[in-house]
Nanobody, 125 residues
């Protein structure tokens, strides 16, 4: 079973910056895409940014130009740099990864989505 551990987050003034990090741990697995989602108060969880295994990044329109996702495939880590933060960015941010388990014969199991526990980001006015 793969575990995702997030770090970063906290309280910041509007216009400020924060960075989030996510590290995957476990054994015998392969990660395809890694993503960041968020869920604001009273809102549904939404995709913020995704980095494919090839390094291609996609962003929600609301964060384009302000957030940057990066990943290190060799280390199974992903980061989200958030600049020019706005109060509406306040949310719990979740790291997710599309994971395929591998058996000792190097056979891949069907992929599943792994999730971190979430980290709070609060942007004050």
């Amino acid at each position: 079973q793969v575990q995702l551990l997030e770090s970063g987050g906290g309280l910041v003034q509007a216009g400020g910056s924060l960075g989030l990090s996510c590290a995957a741990s476990g054994s015998l697995f392969k990660i395809d895409s890694m993503s960041w989602y968020r869920q604001g108060p009273g809102k549904q969880r939404e995709l913020v940014a995704r980095a494919s295994s090839g390094g291609r990044a996609t962003y929600a329109d609301s964060v384009k130009g302000r957030f940057t996702i990066s990943r290190d495939s060799a280390k199974n880590t992903a980061s989200l740099q958030m600049n020019s933060l706005k109060p509406e960015d306040t949310a719990v941010y979740y790291c997710s990864a599309e994971v395929s388990a591998i058996d000792e014969g190097n056979n891949y199991f069907p992929p599943y989505e792994a999730w971190g526990q979430g980290t709070q980001v609060t942007v004050a006015t």
